[in-house]
């Protein structure tokens, strides 16, 4: 990642080293830093993919959401930061920032059950609407033909 | 004679500066219209009526349903319902090995099945930290361009016939298209066996070397695909219908663009010089001087004339690298003897390449056992299919089937 966005998330996240795959970002910040990050150019929306982790002895269940963003033109480079929340939390959604946001956020609301806060239009994407269950959490098996899939 | 095009002006058009990017002033923060809008709080000049166009439509692409609000014949409300072609391949991918992965992306985008095997290959390869040998990120970039000029056909065929019959004599266009597109699949066919879902890439390198000959056989393909290209101008630069139908119509914010996610063509055809191959090198891009075409109309003319562009910078990267692919492996690693032969370490990578419709890009996290946890692909059709909102309102019905075909999304690759 460039310089400007390893000083910003040192600054507004108080963090000595900054991972190459992108710092963990508290939910509730995380439309301000993506703004500032649209401030300094990064206006292209790459991904937004949610990853459920089951509870294992060490830890409870958890689900970790993923955003990457581009900055446009010769020497483009990318900012990419995390959110990590438990099974039960919500996040703010990015949809007003970012128009690209909008069915990233409701296929990974499809796919892996997370919920996006302040999404103006929150549907499945991908699957009907009467679906049910999450296909990309890891307790969804895919090895039963029938409901409930597990 | 033909209304003259806003890009054939010899004015440089006004730009305007948004975040340090240059962006054509005059389709810079147009207003956007709301895609959320309550169609009850609507009030129409004439009938209003809802009607759904497709999933089965030919002028769809694939299997995409819209919803359209129509006052009279204008739209004032699109809704796309995608996921049709759903098959859950990233569930799939979270269940293989990096071995068993690479044909499944091959039908995400099945126009162009091997730019989506080198982004899951080069994810994987950047997990592992394994570089291919020169010989293989040469083949690599010829496949992926001689991919680049086969999409591109079948696009402008099928967009010319989506327009109908008026482009002289119905599906002329399409047919010679669908000829020239057979040649490069010859190409491809020789070289990997395959004509569509190719299997041609693996973890470090290729699957397949060239025969004898097929340099030649490209140097010839390439000479009569850009002789040919020449009579797709006559029968659409020159058509006043094909003019009338394209230009001014679907004309799409930069901004909106780059914030919806849009790629490719659709970017580059409003002003936004943006080109992985140049800004982000990767394969053997780096040893050419790639040129990037880009227009500022931003209208469905402007993103035809950047493909029709693209076709014949990639015709001139193919001769470019053809003639010298350096002698060597293919692999750089040992070919797999069993599916867990890739072991990978634990970590997390997004890797994103042009594909002939944006950014094509693959994040993948691994916990350190044989199979990945976690596969995004993100495909640009997906991202080209969430503008149809916006563009769509104010437009004709007629119209929306030329915006839609201009942003070129396969919905195999949008429903994954």
Known sequence: MPDDVLALFRTRLGLEEVPP??????????????????EMGFLLFLYCAATHWPA?????????????????????????LRVRIPADGSIPTLSGLFAGADWQEREQYDLVGIH??????LRRLMLPEDWEGHPLRKDYAIDTHHFPWR | MVDAHPSHEPVAPALVEVSGLSLPAAITHLPRPDPYLNVEDYEPEADAMALNMGPQHPSTHGVLRLKLFLDGEICFKAVPYVGYLHRGVEKLLENRTAIQSVPYVDKNDYVSPLTGELALVMAYEALLDVEPPPRAQVLRTILMELQRIAS??????????????????????????????????????ALTGQRMHYNALMVGGNRHDVPPGWEEKVLATMDRVEDRLAEYEAMTVDNHIFRS?????????????????????????????????????????????????????????????????????????????????????IGALKPPRHVNAVKLPPGEV?????????????YLISDGSPIPVRVKIRPPSLHAVSLLPYLCVGATVSDIVVILGSLDPILGEVDR
């Open chain 2, 245 to 329: 139908r394209t230009v001014g119509v679907g004309v799409l914010d930069p901004l909106l663009a780059l914030e919806a996610g849009a790629g490719g063509a659709n970017l580059r055809a409003s002003g936004v010089d943006h080109d992985l191959r140049r800004d982000a090198p990767y394969a053997a891009y780096g040893q050419v001087d790639v040129r990037i075409p880009v227009e500022t109309a931003g209208d469905c003319y402007a993103r035809f004339l950047v493909r029709i562009a693209e076709m014949r910078e990639a015709i001139r990267i193919v001769r470019l690298l053809v003639s010298g692919i350096p002698e060597g492996p």
């Open chain 1, 21 to 38: 795959e992108g710092p963990f970002v508290p939910p509730e910040t995380l439309p301000d830093i993506v703004a500032a990050l649209k």
């Open chain 1, 116 to 121: 996006f806060e302040g999404h103006p239009d």
């Open chain 2, 350 to 362: 997004y890797v994103g390449i042009e594909s002939p419709r944006g950014e094509l890009g693959t």
């Open chain 2, 152 to 189: 591109h056909h079948l696009w402008l065929g099928t967009f010319c016939l989506d327009m109908g019959g008026a482009l002289g004599g119905g599906s002329s266009v399409f047919l010679y298209n669908f000829r020239e597109r057979e040649l490069i699949l010859d190409l491809l066919e």
């Open chain 1, 56 to 80: 294992t002895e060490n830890r409870p269940e958890a689900f970790t959401v993923a955003y990457g963003l581009r900055r446009p033109g010769p020497g483009s480079s990318t900012a990419r």
